[in-house]
């Protein structure tokens, strides 16, 4: 079945530092979508990209999608201590599909 | 979007007491819903899907159970809980094809 491998698992960053999560699929994706969980809370809808080498910014973060559809990141730019929290990147195939298929998601702590 | 809605928040329940924890969806209609559990410090764990009413997956073999009595409600249940089914269970709801999730409910069996 479809497995998606997220790298690292954890991060420390010093405030101010860049940051990147991977994301990697054993298939070839239909859309990959990105989600933040603050700790204690919910997982949070960040973004969905669906084009072939799609890049996607919002403020700080830029999202990539692979040529092959088969790897994304997510980056952070001089981070900020609002930005903890754990990063799950969630892959959806074949299209249309019901499910996704989640990564174990990178925990990001920021010292400030 | 969608608006999902959990209760309770946190529920402490011994070993071999039953569960039942509720999710009910507002916006859209026959929406797809997912039960998933998050271990401590873990991914996430699909437990169940439907697509709709009375129509249920099972992802992983386990001691819990899914029902989908209503459009928009999905019920989480267990006859006898057992020590390992401690975590964070999160109901989602699928709109297009982004998922959203309620606040979950921290469950804890001693």
């Known amino acids: 079945g479809q497995q998606v491998m997220q790298i690292p698992q954890y991060q420390h960053v010093q405030e101010g530092e860049d940051f990147t999560t991977y994301c990697n699929s054993s298939?070839?994706?239909?859309?990959i979508q990105w989600y933040k969980q603050r700790p204690g809370g919910h997982p949070v809808f960040l973004i969905q990209?669906?084009?072939?080498?799609e890049v996607k910014k919002q403020k700080r973060l830029t999202f990539q999608f692979g040529e092959a559809k088969k790897n994304s990141s997510l980056h952070i730019t001089a981070t900020q201590t609002t930005d903890v929290g754990t990063y799950f990147c969630?892959?959806?195939?074949?299209?249309?599909?019901?499910?996704?298929?989640f990564g174990k998601g990178t925990k990001l702590s920021v010292i400030p | 979007s969608q608006t999902i809605h959990q209760w309770p928040a946190t529920l402490v329940q011994p070993v071999g007491s039953p569960l039942s924890l509720e999710c009910t969806v507002e916006?859209?209609?026959?929406?797809?819903l997912y039960w998933y559990r998050q271990a401590a410090g873990r991914g996430l764990q699909l437990l169940f899907y439907s697509v709709g009413i009375g129509q249920i997956s099972s992802e992983v073999p386990q001691n819990l159970s899914a029902s989908r009595p209503q459009d928009r409600q999905f019920i989480l249940s267990s006859k006898k809980l057992l020590l390992s089914d401690s975590g964070f269970y999160l109901c989602a709801g699928q709109d297009r094809q982004t998922q959203y999730f309620g606040p979950g409910t921290r469950l804890l069996v001693l």
């Open positions: 298939t070839t994706l239909s859309n």
């Open positions: 990209l669906v084009k072939s080498g």
């Open positions: 916006g859209t209609s026959n929406p797809n």
């Open positions: 969630g892959g959806s195939d074949p299209p249309g599909s019901y499910q996704l298929t």
